[in-house]
């Protein structure tokens, strides 16, 4: 391992930040006091910082030499509304609200590699430390960029990182092209007739329609979607009526679908609708269909993926580093700033096993402390690369 020695030799203190930024977490757009905490800690350094873009955005800006390089890092501020099962002295002290994504973890590595850059100024150009509201739920990252981030800065390629356990410790995962599934939601709500149980024939019920519905969307996704590309479509909700010898009215189905591949996506979100509509049309009952995207596909680009590969490997080794990583089905709100600019996104191994080894979101996770200095030292790497 190649690690950036004075970040290696800080770790004790880098534990510290992980753990304070654990013991108070903050969800989407009331990151406020992490804000401040992240802040504080790039002014202390000496970087310059901006506030406010998405509300609780935080963007410090580092230039050394003369060359007109620009790149961006990104981390995440908040946290996910889950209790914290776990007990050990760094708990969340914020009833039902935990750091369950590891972003405590993210904010620590690149807060570490901002400290060592500002410290040494050993790289030409300039490196925006970007920390984001809401990645979990609001699309913070779209908000910045609707809230002007990338007129504030130019940066010429983004990056962004995140740990992911059943990945041991001292590994990467990355690949090129399609690296996260695209989130659409619908939402399909049934008019029939109500009426009493005893004479279903004096009613006209959603509930067949509904099931049929649910049939159907699932049949399409194993018969008409392109065996080479990957969704997942998932009915969630479904519901109707409230007692047995009532025939409702309406029926609601919602759920999501999950894409990797553009041709897909676009199959199912004209087919929802279609199929929706023919199955209601056939029973003789009305029905709305809405269809939304809320967040789209990541796209690792080539050139950026392979300097981000190659930075990784200058820490782990190039065994170590997974250039062919499996794509995943989870979406992520970093793919909006991968729409705006070149870059990537890559996984970084939180162990497995006892520790490091419990998936994100669950309410016993816990950011691997180890992994904080390869992180760390993956970005100074990439900026040394780069610049
Ligand atoms: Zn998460
Ligand atoms: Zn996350």
Known sequence: MNLVQDIADAHPELIGW???????????????????????????????TKRGMATTGVVGTLSAGSSGKTIALRSELDAINLQEANDFAHRSTVDGKMHGCGHDGHMT?????????????????????????AEEVGNGGLRMIEDGLFEAIRPEAVYGMHNFPGIPVGQFATRPGDFMASLDAFDITIEGVGGHGAYPSKARTPILPACAIVSALNEHVASQIPSEETMSLSVA?????????????????????????????????AAVER?????????????????????????????????????????????????????????????????????NYIAIGNGIGDKGGTFVHHPKYDFNDDILPIGASYWVSLVRRLL
């Open 109 to 133: 590595m690149l807060l570490a590699a901002a400290r060592h850059l500002a410290r040494t100024r050993d790289f030409d150009g300039t490196v925006h430390f970007i920390f984001q509201p």
């Open 18 to 48: 992980r753990r304070t930024l654990h013991a108070m977490p903050e969800t989407g757009f009331e990151e406020f006091r992490t804000a401040d905490f992240v802040d504080a800690k790039l002014k202390e350094f000496g970087i310059e």
């Open 237 to 269: 909700q479904l519901n109707a009526g409230s007692a047995i010898n009532v025939i409702p009215a309406s029926a609601n189905i919602k759920g999501t679908v999950r894409s990797l591949g553009e041709a897909a996506q676009l199959e199912m979100e």
């Open 275 to 343: 199929i929706a509509k023919g199955i209601c049309g056939a029973y003789g009952v009305d029905c709305t269909v809405s269809y939304q995207r809320t967040y789209p596909r990541l796209v690792n680009a080539a050139r950026e993926t392979a300097s981000a590969i190659d930075a990784a490997a200058a820490v782990v080794g190039a065994d170590n580093v997974d250039s062919n990583g499996k794509p995943m089905m989870a979406s992520e709100d970093f793919a909006w700033m991968l729409r705006e600019k070149p870059g």
